[in-house]
T-cell receptor
Framework: KAGVTQTPRYLIKTRGQQVTLSCSPI?????VSWYQQTPGQGLQFLFE???????NKGNFPGRFSGRQFSNSRSEMNVSTLELGDSALYLC????????????FGEGSRLTVL | GENVEQHPSTLSVQEGDSAVIKCTYS??????FPWYKQELGKRPQLIID?????GEKKDQRIAVTLNKTAKHFSLHITETQPEDSAVYFC????????????FGKGTKLTVNP
């Protein structure tokens, strides 16, 4: 079974630009969560989608948004990029609410110049 | 909301020694506590988890203990090996599922041969 796939793996943007990251969950998984990982802050929750609906949202500004498609693939978008948005963005999928385990992708490393 | 504190931030041990990482959480409604291991340049992976209806769980050299009254849980690794070197994250789920985990900031464990 293929794991969680994230694209692109690396990208460089400049301040003010916007970026879209993609996540393909494990086949059959309907829940997708996004996390921002930075050296000082660890893993911070962005949002979670289940069956195309945003079910939870973390404390990030409105510049961060996401969506989920009918095939459970998810995208997140960051508009008006700031230097502080440089981070590793991790996507994780799970099969059901009470399964417990999150399966992470390898992440998309965003650098904002 | 839930807040998870993790200590220490770095831990260095000699091969064969034990390592203990401690976490505290704030939300008494949390009832699921996983631990993730992230090797350098790789994705976080679940190594063990515990639910609030048990006090301890073991899996070979790894064990997790939970004290719900004190709101803290710990990861114990015995007979450490160089391949245990990684960053370990504890997490708590205030909603009882796995789609909105609040993570600690991580502990970088180094096992010296």
């Amino acid at each position: 079974k293929a794991g969680v796939t994230q694209t692109p793996r690396y990208l460089i943007k400049t301040r003010g630009q916007q970026v879209t990251l993609s996540c393909s969950p494990i086949s059959g998984h309907r829940s997708v969560s996004w996390y921002q990982q930075t050296p000082g802050q660890g893993l911070q929750f962005l949002f979670e989608y289940f069956s195309e609906t945003q079910r939870n949202k973390g404390n990030f500004p409105g510049r961060f948004s996401g969506r989920q498609f009918s095939n459970s693939r998810s995208e997140m978008n960051v508009s008006t990029l700031e230097l502080g948005d440089s981070a590793l963005y991790l996507c994780a999928s799970s099969s059901a609410r009470d399964t417990g385990e999150l399966f992470f992708g390898e992440g998309s490393r965003l650098t904002v110049l | 909301g839930e807040n998870v504190e993790q200590h220490p931030s770095t831990l260095s041990v000699q091969e064969g020694d034990s390592a203990v990482i401690k976490c505290t959480y704030s939300d008494s409604a949390s009832n699921y506590f996983p631990w993730y291991k992230q090797e350098l340049g790789k994705r976080p992976q679940l190594i063990i988890d515990i639910r609030s209806n048990v006090g301890e769980k073991k899996d070979q050299r790894i064990a997790v203990t939970l004290n719900k009254t004190a709101k803290h849980f710990s990861l114990h690794i015995t007979e450490t090996q160089p391949e245990d070197s990684a960053v370990y994250f504890c997490a708590a789920d205030p909603q009882g599922g796995s789609e909105k985990l609040v993570f600690g900031k991580g502990t970088k464990l180094t096992v010296n041969p």
